[in-house]
């Protein structure tokens, strides 16, 4: 069921996604090489708590691993797709590329968005990944539109990282959200004739997250259940925003 939100509940979603934005902001401004997957996490939970939130992902029982995910920030280095473990032996170094993803509950409303952040100067086609998997999160939010469907944003997101030569990982979606973490719909990356096409209403809030690999895009889990890594080893990228459908039309809640 797709639960819509009212102009108030999206002004305080926007409350909750402007928080996670500044996280974000705050993570972008400190990455360089040196600095470990746990600084990162150090940082986000003490902005959390300064704001009087609650970090999302920390404490989320995850059914597939069986296990509750131990911290505020997934962060995820290179190939790892999404789901990494902060880790104090993981340091960043020139070259990388650190998937940050962040879920804030703040007054009964998560927000939720994640960036991919070069650390120093990356190749050429790590920088390229980064873009297109960017801007495919872009024309998505433009098709944010009432009376669209949800396909016409996966169409979107296909079309501009297959047409880069890049590949979508499919295993992972975005999500509706609201005082849910995870509500319907689903929102795949790619065009999925198995998942409902809802039309696109007026209230309606989702977290549209491309995932993209700069080869094979299929992926496996680590032995610590969470860290999802793309099988041959090339570099994926994520980037992650909360939006509304509104009158006006898509309003971003989660950028700064
Ligand atoms: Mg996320
Ligand atoms: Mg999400």
Redesign the pocket.
């Known amino acids: 069921m797709i639960v819509r939100k009212s102009p108030m509940e999206i002004e305080r979603m926007y409350a909750s996604g402007q928080l996670v934005g500044r996280v974000l902001a705050a993570l972008r401004a400190m990455v360089r090489p040196g600095v470990t997957t746990m600084d990162l996490e150090d940082r986000a939970v003490a902005m959390i708590r300064e704001a009087g939130a609650t970090a999302a992902f920390k404490g989320y029982y995850v059914p597939a691993a069986r296990k509750k995910f131990p911290a505020a920030l997934c962060t995820s280095v290179n190939h790892e797709v999404v789901h990494g473990i902060p880790s104090r032996k993981r340091v960043l170094r020139e070259g990388d590329i650190v998937k940050v ?1 962040c ?1 804030v509950l703040l007054d009964g409303y998560y927000g ?3 960036t991919t952040i070069p650390v120093g100067s990356v190749s050429r086609e790590t920088e390229l990944l980064l873009r297109i998997t960017c801007e495919a999160l872009d024309l998505a939010i433009e098709q944010m539109v009432e009376g669209r469907r949800l396909s016409d944003l996966s169409h979107a997101v296909q079309g501009h990282v297959e047409g880069a030569g890049f590949s979508i990982v499919k295993e992972f979606v975005g999500h509706g959200i609201g005082r849910q973490l995870h509500e319907d719909p689903q929102v795949p990356n790619h065009v999925d004739p198995k998942v409902p096409n809802p039309r696109l209403r007026e209230g309606m809030v989702l ?1 549209i ?1 491309p995932m993209v690999a700069a080869g094979d895009a299929r992926t496996r889990i680590l032995r610590d259940r969470f860290t999802a890594v793309t099988r041959d080893g090339s570099n994926a990228a994520h980037f ?1 925003h909360c939006v509304a459908v509104t009158a006006n039309g898509p309003r971003l809640l989660t950028a700064v």
Do not use: I, P, R, T
């Open positions: 993803d879920g939720d968005s994640a977290a997250e992650e």
